[in-house]
Nanobody, 122 residues
C-alpha cells in the first residue's frame, strides 16, 4: 500500500483544515488507518484511528471533540477533519496503515505516507 497525504497548510488558531490520504492498491479496506503527528523536537504522536469499515474510531485525548477521522473505501481515502485548531496542533501529520485494531504506536503500522505540514498561528 502506498499512501499520499495532502491538505496541510497555515491556519489561524480556531480555524479548520481537512487532511486527506490517498492509498494505492486494492487492499485498502483490509487496513486500519491512522493519523500521527510529529512536532519539531518532539516524538511522533498518535492522533486518530479508524476501523476497516469506518464504523469505529479512536482518538488521543487532546483532539477528542475537535478532530474527526473518516474513510471512503470506494475511493481508498482517509480524511482528518481538524476544527478549533490550536498552536499546539502544529506538526507534520502522517497517515499510516495497520492490520491491528486500535493500533496506537508507530511499530504497529506497516505503511506510511510522506507527511503534510500543519501550522497553526496564534
Amino acid at each position: 500500500v502506498q499512501l499520499q497525504a495532502s491538505g496541510g497548510g497555515l491556519v489561524q488558531a480556531g480555524g479548520s483544515l481537512r487532511l486527506s490520504c490517498a492509498a494505492s492498491g486494492r487492499t485498502f479496506s483490509s487496513y486500519v488507518m491512522g493519523w500521527f503527528r510529529q512536532a519539531p523536537g518532539k516524538e511522533r504522536e498518535f492522533v486518530a484511528g479508524i476501523s476497516w469499515s469506518g464504523g469505529r474510531t479512536y482518538y488521543v485525548d487532546s483532539v477528542k471533540g475537535r478532530f474527526t477521522i473518516s474513510r471512503d473505501n470506494a475511493k481508498s481515502t482517509v480524511h482528518l477533519q481538524m476544527n478549533s485548531l490550536k498552536p499546539e496542533d502544529t506538526a507534520v501529520y502522517y497517515c499510516a496503515a495497520s492490520k491491528l485494531w486500535e493500533a496506537r504506536t508507530g511499530d504497529e503500522y506497516d505503511y506510511w505516507g510522506q507527511g503534510t505540514q500543519v501550522t497553526v498561528s496564534s
